[in-house]
């Protein structure tokens, strides 16, 4: 089943935070965080396993809570890069690397 | 090194007709996955393939739908019969197989294919 991202859209002025969720209704083993300009492919931003870990990339970190199925996206001091949809990937097994999508949050960071 | 490649990049067809979109995954990945992406939709999943073990074709929406993998290299997605509903972008990734020490490892998407269904 497909994990669900909120907010759908968020618009921010450039130095501004924010947050990106995604909770799935299944266990999860890992979550995968994936970053699609206008027009482009999807890139990846990192991965995260069960262990509650955190992990950092730049300005942008994640959380992965196992007990609550659900991860966090943080973007702090957002620059005007940071635009586009991201992308949450769950897994809820580690037999491979099939992974399932949510719905995707459109960021838009405006000067 | 070379990405993900697909091909074409725009492909517009009349309804009714059969098309095969192609994607070369990045050299030494043997997994390769295929997805939808409707406008402004996220990313549904169409089929898995990994190594030479049978791929997972769980997410093809109907029978129209196949794709094969030549020699654990290139992959060939083909929809017959197209309808309009079949219009969105296609895109293929790949990515390295589990090894030892990662439990996952990230994927490489290619640039997609467009497909328009008149």
């Known amino acids: 089943q497909q994990p669900v991202q909120s907010p759908q859209a968020v618009i921010l002025r450039e130095g501004e935070d924010a947050v990106i969720n995604c909770s799935s209704s299944k266990a999860l083993y890992s979550v995968h965080w994936y970053r699609q300009k206008h027009g482009e492919a999807p890139v990846f931003l990192m991965i995260l396993l069960k262990g509650g870990e955190q992990k950092g990339h730049d300005k942008i970190s994640a959380s992965f809570n196992e007990k609550k199925q659900q991860s966090s996206l943080y973007l702090t001091a957002s620059q005007l890069s940071y635009s586009g949809t991201y992308f949450c990937g769950t897994a809820d097994n580690n037999a491979g690397n099939m992974l399932t999508f949510g719905g995707g949050t459109r960021l838009m960071v405006k000067p | 090194g070379a990405g993900v490649s697909q091909s074409p990049s725009n492909k517009v067809t009349e309804k009714g007709k059969d098309v095969e979109l192609r994607c070369d995954p990045i050299?030494?990945?043997?997994?390769l996955y295929w997805y939808r992406q409707s406008l402004g939709q996220g990313l549904e999943f169409l089929i898995y393939f990994q190594g030479n073990s049978a791929p997972d074709k769980s997410g093809l929406p109907s029978d129209r739908f196949s794709a094969e993998r030549t020699g654990g290299s290139v992959s060939t997605l083909t929809i017959q019969r197209t309808q309009q509903e079949d219009s969105a972008v296609y895109l293929c990734?790949?990515?390295?197989?589990?090894?030892?020490?990662?439990?996952?490892?990230?994927?490489?998407f290619g640039p997609g294919t467009r497909l328009t269904v008149l």
């Open positions: 990734a790949s990515s390295l197989s589990r090894t030892s020490g990662r439990a996952y490892n990230e994927q490489f």
């Open positions: 050299s030494g990945h043997t997994a």
